[in-house]
Structures are given as structure tokens and as C-alpha cells.
């Protein structure tokens, strides 16, 4: 489940639109956190992808 459907929204652009309109750099925020999270899945998936190829 992601946030948007926990939420009761319709798809993730109706949840970005109702909390980030108006924040001033709120798409910032939101790029950098964005890249954290995603450097973060990616690491641990080559971790254990790597885990397996060995």
C-alpha cells in the first residue's frame, strides 16, 4: 500500500498536489528525499543481488 491509497486518494499526484502546492522549496525537499530513499533501496537490492551472483 502506498501513501497515496493510505491516504484514500486516487493516485500519487492527487497526494502531491494537496501537500506540496505552496510550500517554497517543497520540490526540492522532495527531489533530495526522493534520492535518499531511492539510493538507499538500491544499494541494499545490489547487496543482496550480489549476495546471490556469488
Do not use: Q
Request: proline share 2%.
Amino acid at each position: 500500500m502506498d501513501a497515496a491509497e493510505w491516504m484514500g486518494h486516487a493516485n500519487p499526484l492527487v497526494t502531491c498536489r494537496r501537500y506540496v502546492r505552496g510550500r517554497v522549496g517543497a520540490g526540492d525537499r522532495g527531489r533530495a528525499t526522493t534520492d535518499i530513499l531511492l539510493t538507499g533501496i538500491f544499494t541494499v537490492a545490489e547487496s543482496v543481488w550480489n549476495r546471490k551472483a556469488a
